[in-house]
């Protein structure tokens, strides 16, 4: 069955402090999509992820693509309460859709 | 500059009521696509199509029907209402190539079951 299991799936943390997002997924794929969603509004597309070893990042995000143990990661650096948002992998992106994971619910406290 | 267009946004039904979501796209996108978002569940595919006229089941496709007249709409059908339904309904597109491109979201449509 395929799988895409993101940790932790809440995160509280402080302004100014960094934190790291974990996706694993479970097929060979290989296509990994960062989304951000704010409270009642759509998905918004973060990050693309298309090669082992890809990085991207943009302001605070980078995210990272490790297709050998199928792991992507998001890290936050020096955290603003304007990211606060639900963040959310998935994997696929061809024509039988996306298979996300539940989402990590973050909250950024002064 | 619309992108992906649902409505209605928001839809209150009764227990075996019927009604039909529409979504449009204005981006020429090959593939168009319907999830749900359940509390706690991440977002899963209903159903989905590659191209005008065809359509295919997703991850959960029950007591949902589909069609694809159009290139650009893509209908999302309740015959018969049930309170298992109640989610927010979310439809996405994308190109057949450009891999390096993501699924474009509409804004959803919270739908209430009674």
């Known amino acids: 069955e395929l799988k895409v299991e993101q940790n932790p799936l809440f995160l509280s943390m402080q302004e100014g402090k960094n934190y790291t997002i974990y996706c694993n997924y479970s097929?060979?794929?290989?296509?990994l999509y960062w989304y951000r969603q704010d409270p009642g509004k759509s998905l918004e597309s973060l990050f693309v992820?298309?090669?082992?070893?890809a990085v991207k990042q943009e302001g605070r995000l980078m995210a990272s693509l490790d297709t050998k143990a199928r792991l992507s990661t998001l890290h936050i650096t020096a955290a603003v309460h304007d990211l606060s948002a639900t963040y959310f992998c998935?994997?696929?992106?061809?024509?039988?859709?996306?298979?996300f994971g539940k989402g990590t619910h973050l909250i950024i406290q002064p | 500059n619309a992108g992906v267009t649902q409505t209605p946004k928001f839809r209150v039904l009764k227990t075996g009521q019927s009604m039909t979501l529409l979504c449009a796209q204005d981006?020429?996108?090959?593939?168009m696509y319907w999830y749900r978002q359940d509390p706690g569940m991440g977002l899963r595919l209903i159903h989905y199509?590659?191209?005008?006229?065809?359509?295919a089941k997703g991850e959960v496709p029950d007591g949902y029907n589909v069609s694809r007249l159009k290139k650009q709409n893509f209908l999302l059908g309740l015959e018969s209402a049930a309170p298992s339904q109640t989610s927010v309904y979310f439809c996405?597109?994308?190109?057949?190539?450009?891999?390096?491109?993501?699924?474009?979201f509409g804004d959803g449509t919270r739908l209430s079951i009674l």
């Open positions: 996405a597109s994308s190109f057949r190539l450009h891999n390096n491109q993501p699924q474009h």
């Open positions: 097929t060979t794929s290989d296509r």
């Open positions: 199509s590659v191209g005008e006229g065809t359509t």
């Open positions: 998935a994997e696929g992106g061809g024509a039988d859709g996306l298979t």
């Open positions: 992820l298309l090669s082992n070893g």
């Open positions: 981006m020429n996108h090959e593939y």
